[in-house]
């Protein structure tokens, strides 16, 4: 056997992204993520998924996602010293990402020993900022489109994939064969970042599949976004969006300050509640170079592409705090894109009784998250310990959606020159999955199955 590849992650489900690629001695690991969502997945951020962590030789890391990077602080508190190679943007992106999730996981197992919520005598948080810290020091940027050797007999390459800022397609060649994998596929025609990047050939394809049972909206989101805060205006209550520190809160301040330009919602003050978020907007400012024709355009006429009229920043706690006496209208942007953890979790604490807020998903809400429950029309939300009564509207959209969808992932494949040998669907639920290698096998005749976990395969 030249090389093996095992799924220790995002196979059956969405999180908790790692591949673990070996060949001749040599151990790759391809993402490095967090498991999230169900407690079950939760759970297996604690029972040690990659065997003898200090034994591995490099990290592949696709983008700074907490889904694809987020267990890298435990990975070098258990041993790892290897190098962790990913794009510049995606460096400067686990910079802030990284110390934030220790600050989190500190922040919660404080709260649960506080509070007596745990099963654990005393609650631990998985990793602290020193091993984010350790973690952050084996960071190696690589540009794209330049070919290097994360290890003797391997060569990497990373191309833009579309999805966030430094997102990769990462491409390994060892023995020979030829592995790809799709990392989290951008979109098409979509604001702020390029289009994916065409690949041309793969033995073996790791293909995502978060959407591959779905078509998104043929609009862009406008209509929902502009509805939610229409309402929050009339009402004068809040509008509350769970978003994603990264990728998703700058498509979103993009999209409302296109709106207020357009005249198309009123122009109400506007709280970005998010550290990272302020940070990762500002580090987005700084990598034009990934920015489509239209975000370039706007820089160029001497506009912020990413600030809203009234536009205000929530750096620390007590700004955040504040917001609770502050009467509406009004939008709060703040964290997790989930509702999983985050200052979003305050703000949903406080105003998910109240008639007169508004939330608004604008993102993949994963099965067993805060975010799912209110979508699937949760009449109580358990916060904090306690069960949160929801009188707020609650809508949604997936039209600001980082992922490709079905025919989106379709179109990326299609630009293959020779089908690969074999293909996988991984980070989707099953179903989606399933649909998307039903799909893939019907539309493009490839040979294609959906990873199992902890399954291994030869290449």
């Given at each position: 056997m030249t090389a093996s590849l095992t799924f220790l992650g995002a196979a059956g489900t969405v999180t908790g992204a790692k591949f673990l690629l070996e060949s001749h001695g040599s151990r790759l690991l391809l993402e490095c993520g967090m498991f999230q969502g169900l407690r079950e997945l939760r759970e297996r951020n604690w029972k040690d998924p990659i065997p003898t962590p200090a034994t591995l030789s490099a990290v592949l890391l696709s983008h700074a996602h907490i889904d694809h990077s987020?267990?890298?602080?435990?990975?070098?508190?258990?041993?790892?010293?290897?190098?962790?190679?990913?794009?510049?943007?995606?460096?400067?992106?686990?910079?802030?990402?990284?110390?934030?999730?220790?600050?989190?996981?500190?922040?919660?197992?404080?709260?649960?020993?506080?509070?007596?919520?745990?099963?654990?005598?005393?609650?631990?948080?998985?990793?602290?900022?020193?091993?984010?810290?350790?973690?952050?020091?084996?960071?190696?940027?690589?540009?794209?489109?330049?070919?290097?050797?994360?290890?003797?007999?391997?060569?990497?390459?990373?191309?833009?994939?579309?999805?966030?800022?430094?997102?990769?397609?990462?491409?390994?060649?060892?023995?020979?064969?030829?592995?790809?994998?799709s990392g989290d596929l951008g979109r098409y025609d979509v604001p702020v970042m390029v289009d994916p990047a065409a690949v041309a050939s793969a033995d073996t394809l790791l293909i995502e599949s978060t959407y591959g049972n779905r078509l998104h909206p043929a609009d862009d989101g406008s209509a929902v976004i502009t509805q939610a805060v229409t309402r929050a205006a009339e009402r004068r209550g809040w509008l509350v969006i769970p978003a994603f520190a990264i990728g998703r809160t700058q498509d979103l301040l993009y999209v409302l300050r296109q709106l207020e330009e357009e005249q198309r919602v009123p122009r109400l003050p506007t709280y970005l509640d998010s550290p990272m978020g302020i940070e990762a907007t500002a580090i987005y400012a700084r990598h034009p170079e990934e920015h489509d024709a239209d975000t370039t355009k706007i820089t160029a006429s001497g506009k912020r592409p990413f600030v809203p009229e009234q536009f205000h920043l929530c750096r620390t706690s007590d700004d955040s705090k504040r917001l609770n006496a502050v009467e509406g209208p009004g939008i709060i942007i703040a964290g997790s894109g989930m509702a999983t953890g985050g200052r979003v979790l305050h703000h949903l604490r406080q105003r998910l009784p109240d008639e007169r807020t508004t939330v608004l998903f604008v993102g993949y809400q994963a099965a067993g998250t805060r975010g799912r429950l209110l979508r699937d029309?949760?009449?109580?939300?358990?916060?904090?310990?306690?069960?949160?009564?929801?009188?707020?509207?609650?809508?949604?959209?997936?039209?600001?959606?980082?992922?490709?969808?079905?025919?989106?992932?379709?179109?990326?494949?299609?630009?293959?020159?020779?089908?690969?040998?074999?293909?996988?669907?991984?980070?989707?639920?099953?179903?989606?999955?399933?649909?998307?290698?039903?799909?893939i096998?019907?539309?493009?005749?490839w040979r294609c199955a959906v990873a199992a976990d902890r399954q291994r395969i030869e290449l």
């Open positions: 987020g267990y890298l602080p435990r990975l070098a508190r258990e041993g790892f010293a290897g190098p962790i190679f990913c794009s510049p943007g995606t460096a400067d992106l686990l910079a802030i990402m990284l110390p934030d999730a220790a600050r989190l996981q500190e922040e919660e197992a404080e709260f649960r020993n506080r509070t007596g919520a745990t099963r654990h005598a005393p609650a631990l948080p998985l990793f602290n900022p020193d091993d984010a810290a350790r973690a952050l020091g084996l960071v190696t940027t690589t540009p794209f489109d330049r070919e290097f050797s994360p290890v003797p007999g391997a060569v990497a390459r990373f191309t833009m994939s579309g999805h966030i800022l430094g997102a990769s397609v990462v491409e390994v060649v060892v023995g020979g064969r030829r592995l790809v994998y029309g949760a009449q109580r939300l358990r916060i904090f310990g306690e069960d949160v009564p929801v009188r707020a509207a609650i809508m949604s959209t997936d039209a600001l959606s980082a992922h490709a969808d079905q025919a989106e992932i379709l179109r990326w494949l299609r630009g293959f020159k020779r089908a690969p040998t074999m293909t996988y669907c991984v980070h989707g639920e099953p179903a989606a999955a399933a649909a998307l290698r039903d799909a096998e019907r539309q493009l005749g």
